[in-house]
């Protein structure tokens, strides 16, 4: 019987239900703006600053810290334009990396290309790693910004944010370089990873509501006290005028839920879905020849699955795939409807045809044993079909 087996958690995840109820009153009776000089609202601005403190705690920062933003792309965005601009008086050097989300890399490269920066894009090793030797190397007296994300989004590879957040601080202090500061993305890690600022040593910090079964349209930025960003937009005082416009009220107090629980429940979560997670890729690469796992074996997200199918395209796959009721993808969903293969698997060195080959499984709370035997029982055959009518035969050296 055909079962319906959603492995897209990466690119969004469902509103948990207690954040749908948190969310409901701000969609009704509670919907006071949080600028009106009233008691209606006084009472939803109080709500809000509640919220705020609230996320602050978890983050182990101060709430007028935290910046609440339309998403993870707007976070980012502010992040970096908004630094490099009203910063570049102390140098126009910036680092990232050539697996970056979309969202830093065309900052970057829009800051590079139209406002005269000069960017040092750090490339992965096989694994989809970046070392703090990498990082540390590239640092100069014009540096005023690093960006690198916590983990990758495609791949999953969780990077050491923490020892490089130390190294960078610790440069920063021998060389006397107050202005550096240290951005990461961390979208994909709230129900896995520590999102402690201070043992991260990072000075700003990228979080998206719909990875973490929160409100789509709904981000923050943590803004570490003390730094000072151009805005990107103009109009009123909301978020310290660097991000005017009246507050999407459901929304903060919906990712102020999401996080709460995100990081209640992650340890014991990322226990069970690394179970998962590994069962599925040992299950995937018996029953299917020619397979290669994208991103590092062991230091990756718990619910993340990149393998290289050979000798498929896997847009393909994923419209058979869909046919059979599991929902997945080959790589971000913010360039779904791009054809090219994914930017992060040919940044590992391998070549277009394993780039488009590769199908990204990302599983989440409603992932079962169930769920992935289906999925194990329907994918050999449809690889063979799909071999059957593929002009594509990949070179062996690229199966491991």
């Known amino acids: 019987m055909k079962r319906e087996v959603y492995l897209d958690h990466a690119a969004t995840t469902p509103l948990h239900p207690a954040v749908r109820e948190v ?27 509640t919220a705020r403190a609230r996320i602050a705690e978890i983050l182990h920062a101060r709430p007028d810290e935290i910046l609440f933003t339309s998403g993870g792309t707007e976070s980012d965005n502010l992040a970096i334009l908004g630094y490099a601009r009203k910063n570049q008086q102390e140098g126009k050097h910036l680092i990232t990396t050539t697996i970056e989300h979309h969202a830093v890399l065309e900052a970057m ?25 990498q990082v540390e190397k590239v640092l100069r007296e014009d540096t005023i910004l690093v960006s690198i994300m916590y983990a990758n989004n495609e791949i999953g590879t969780i990077m050491p944010i923490a020892d490089m957040g130390n190294m960078i ?28 600022v201070e043992k991260l040593h990072v000075d700003m910090l990228t979080l998206n509501g719909s990875k973490m079964y929160g409100p789509k349209g709904m ?39 999401s996080l709460e ?28 020849s020619k ?49 090219d293969p994914s930017h992060v698997i040919l940044a590992l060195g391998l070549p277009y045809e394993v780039a488009h080959g590769s199908i990204r499984f990302s599983l989440g ?36």
């Open 261 to 288: 629980l995100a990081q209640a429940n992650r340890e014991e979560e990322s226990v069970r879905l690394a179970k998962l997670r590994d069962a599925f890729i040992e299950g995937i690469q018996s029953r299917i």
């Open 169 to 196: 601080q610790k440069w920063r202090d021998e060389h006397k370089r107050p202005f550096l500061k240290f951005h990461t993305d961390a979208c994909q890690t709230p129900e896995y990873l520590d999102l402690d």
């Open 365 to 400: 709370a409603s992932t079962t044993e169930e769920d992935l035997a289906y999925v194990l029982e329907v994918l050999p055959p449809l690889v063979e079909k799909l071999r059957s009518i593929s002009p594509v035969r990949v070179d062996e050296k690229y199966f491991v």
């Open 219 to 257: 981000g923050l930025l943590y803004l570490k006290r003390g730094i000072k960003l151009q805005p990107l937009q103009f109009g009123g005082s909301q978020e310290r005028a660097l991000r005017p416009g009246t507050e999407h009220v459901a929304g903060i107090m919906g990712m102020a839920k």
């Open 23 to 49: 969310m409901l009153p701000y969609l009704g009776e509670k919907f006071g703006n949080p600028s009106s000089f009233h008691s209606i609202g006084k009472i939803v601005k109080d709500d809000v600053d």
């Open 291 to 339: 397979t290669r796992l994208n991103g590092h074996p062991t230091k990756r997200l718990p619910n993340n699955v990149n393998i290289s199918i050979m000798d498929i395209e896997g847009e393909a796959m994923i419209l058979y795939l869909d046919a059979e009721g599991v929902y997945a993808s080959t790589g971000s969903a913010c360039t779904s409807a791009s054809l």
């Open 109 to 133: 490269i829009h800051l590079e290309k139209k406002e005269g920066f000069e960017v040092t894009y750090l490339e992965p090793d096989r694994e989809g790693l970046i070392s703090v030797d």
